[in-house]
């Protein structure tokens, strides 16, 4: 596709995000927060999917069912985050922490990004690695949340 075209492919992933988030935002609340981890599954499993799709007949559905998921992910999590951090700091605080640790994620995630591609991997690959140690991760958060007793999940 050529680039002009293709820039309309984030539209739809922004439109399924903003979807999800609205939907996230009327039908989740705060205790139940942590049952929305399983999108983040669907995130790492998407990634690799998206990458080896051929089709934009296949692509365009799953690019927006991917942004639904990401928008439902995100608002409960954040609204998570932030409870906790002000019960644990202040505000300020709290929005500080977590503004440092989205941005020092980012810069490790296209640091590895980069890496990989530097190792000249295939895109399909490098989407592969980085779906799997996303999968891996919410494994790992989904763990820490069904052990946990706490309404807020405390540990994540």
């Not at 205790?31 to 089709?55: D, E, H, I, M, R």
């Not at 644990?88 to 994620?105: D, K, P």
């Not at 980085?130 to 958060?141: A, E, F, K, Q, R």
Request: hydrophobic letters at 55%.
């Amino acid at each position: 596709m050529p680039l002009e075209q293709a820039s309309l492919l984030q539209a739809v992933v922004a439109f399924g995000v903003i979807f999800g988030a609205g939907m996230a935002g009327h039908y989740v609340a705060l205790q139940n927060a942590y049952k929305v981890l399983p999108l983040g599954l669907w995130l790492g499993l998407s990634l690799p999917a998206l990458a080896f799709s051929t089709s934009l007949w296949i692509a365009i559905p799953l690019m927006l069912i991917t942004g639904f998921a990401g928008g439902m992910l995100m608002v409960p999590m954040n609204a998570m985050l932030q409870n906790r951090g002000y019960t644990l700091l202040t505000a300020g605080r709290s929005i500080a922490v977590q503004g440092f640790n989205e941005n020092a994620s980012v810069m490790v995630m296209l640091g590895v990004y980069s890496g990989l591609l530097a190792l000249e991997l295939p895109l399909q690959w490098v989407m592969v690695i980085m779906g799997s140690v996303m999968s891996l991760g919410m494994i790992y958060l989904m763990r820490m949340a069904s052990q946990k007793t706490d309404s807020t999940c405390s540990a994540i």
